[in-house]
Nanobody
Framework: QVQLVESGGGLVQPGGSLRLSCAASGRFVSVYNMAWYRQAPGKQRELVASLPSGAIANYADSVKGRFTISRDNAKNTVYLQMNSLKPEDTAVYYC???????????????WGQGTQVTVSS
């Protein structure tokens, strides 16, 4: 079983910055992909940024140039640096990972519990 725990959300003014962290723990043998999703009230969950292992990052058009996803493999942690935040970035942000928990098995999805980001003056 894999646990993902997010931190770093909060209230920030427009134009401000926040850094989200997501720490993975538990038993796994490899990580295929780590990503951040978000869900605003009344909207569907959407992909914000993803970072496949050994590949380049992908971003939603709405956050390109403002958000940066990165990983610290030694700490099993993925980060989302969010700059130039806008009110429309307000949402619950979820960490997602695709992990292999035993050799010879298929990757499985794991989600964090979510962290609230509110951008408001």
């Amino acid at each position: 079983q894999v646990q993902l725990v997010e931190s770093g959300g909060g209230l920030v003014q427009p134009g401000g910055s926040l850094r989200l962290s997501c720490a993975a723990s538990g038993r796994f043998v490899s990580v295929y992909n780590m990503a951040w999703y978000r869900q605003a009230p009344g909207k569907q969950r959407e992909l914000v940024a993803s970072l496949p292992s050994g590949a380049i990052a992908n971003y939603a058009d709405s956050v390109k140039g403002r958000f940066t996803i990165s990983r610290d493999n030694a700490k099993n942690t993925v980060y989302l640096q969010m700059n130039s935040l806008k009110p429309e970035d307000t949402a619950v942000y979820y960490c997602h990972g695709l992990f292999v928990t035993a050799w010879g098995t298929s990757p499985r999805d794991y989600w964090g519990q979510g962290t609230q980001v509110t951008v408001s003056s």
